[in-house]
């Protein structure tokens, strides 16, 4: 049976009203590692994982996962957003947990196929949203001690997702931490389930303060910005001409972030620069941004490290060069602007 021949549920969704939490659709991809090699992987309809007691994934954080997402463009067809970056970093995740890496094709074959099984998930063109893909890989299989998994699956999952930001852009505050995400040579740069769980308490925290997320700082200094709990930092200097973005193996590479990188230099002349950004340096900078797939491009109005709170551009209002590299990036991954080559796969 192709993907197309399935059996669909009826979608009642109100599209206009969607935010970012736990749907169920209709199908999933699953593959399983035995025996030394990735099996044949297929839809399944049933959301729940029966996996073993000892898997590594439970105890030992042996896990990795991606997040991507498929848009529905104004001729109906859907775009895919650099698929082929997410399967090469996911690919640099198990190689440093010591998982058998996924090949980008059986990466990007398995998103088409949940992207297209379940189409009728997909929010409207011009509602703002789009179906979140959840690839991840898990060490499974019968197991005690600490060591690498005798099995793993792999498997794609997808949630119908609104817009961040509902009524426009709306620049947000946050907090830096005394906690860290990740150790100067740890898992940083993995996408990986064990920083997020060390980023739940400071996140939690920095959101009773009213913030809407921690920006971590190096863990070696604590002197310099990395990013936020789950996107990457990025300034405008005070002249307007040049994008900055903090440099370190710590910081997890945002597909957004050298998306924008790439915009910033090419279409809007800007000059870019990967460097350290220094925490008590801010007064260089008239706007600052977080970026990532579920944050897209969210203006920072301004930063509490200490005692010292310090505003970019505004806090009620976004920056011309904020809103520009927002336009150009949405309008691309809606097929509304020419995107630049490989970056959208149609599904
Ligand atoms: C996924 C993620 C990002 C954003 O990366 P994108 O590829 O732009 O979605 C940023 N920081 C962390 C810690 C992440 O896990």
Excluded at 18 to 36: K, M, N, Q
Excluded at 126 to 151: K, W
Excluded at 252 to 266: D, F, M, R, V
Aim: proline share 5%; with cysteine.
């Amino acid at each position: 049976m192709t993907s197309t021949d399935l059996p669909r549920s009826e979608v009642n969704i109100d599209w206009n009203n969607l935010g970012f939490s736990y749907i169920r659709t209709d199908y999933r991809y699953l593959a399983h590692w035995r025996d030394g090699a990735w099996q044949a992987g297929e839809l399944t309809g049933d959301n729940v994982l029966h996996i073993s007691e000892g898997s590594t994934a439970l105890h030992y954080g042996q896990q990795c996962f991606e997040g991507l997402k498929a848009y529905r463009c104004k001729d109906g067809s859907i775009n895919l957003f650099r698929a082929d970056q997410n399967a090469a970093r996911m690919s640099r995740s198990c190689e440093r947990l010591l998982m058998p890496e996924v090949p980008a094709e059986m990466f990007i074959e398995a998103c088409k196929q949940v992207v297209k099984a379940n189409e009728h998930f997909i929010p409207p063109y011009g509602t703002g949203g789009s179906l979140y893909l959840r690839p991840f890989v898990i060490g499974v299989g019968d197991n005690i001690g600490v060591r690498s998994a005798p099995e793993f699956i792999f498997s794609v999952f997808a949630i119908p997702v609104g817009p961040y930001f509902k009524g426009g852009l709306v620049p947000t505050n946050f907090v830096t931490s005394m906690y860290d995400r990740a150790a100067p040579n740890g898992t940083g740069a993995a996408k990986v389930g064990g920083n997020y769980a060390a980023s739940l308490l400071p996140g939690a925290e920095a959101k009773k303060r009213h913030f809407g997320d921690v920006i971590y700082l190096d863990p070696a200094t604590h002197t310099k910005i990395e990013e936020v709990g789950s996107a990457n930092f990025f300034a405008i200097t005070k002249d307007g001409k040049k994008f900055v973005t903090p440099k370190s193996p710590s910081i997890l590479p945002s597909i957004t972030k050298y998306s924008l990188l790439h915009l910033a230099e090419k279409r809007m002349g800007l000059q870019v620069e990967e460097g350290d950004v220094y925490i008590d340096q801010l007064d260089q900078y008239g706007e600052a941004g977080a970026c990532g797939t579920a944050a897209v491009v969210t203006p920072i109005g301004g930063i509490q490290n200490g005692d010292d709170f310090h505003v970019f551009y505004s806090e009620t209002e976004v920056g011309p060069i904020t809103r520009r590299l927002y336009d150009e990036l949405v309008g691309i991954q809606y097929g509304d602007k020419d995107a630049p080559e490989g970056w959208i796969i149609k599904v």
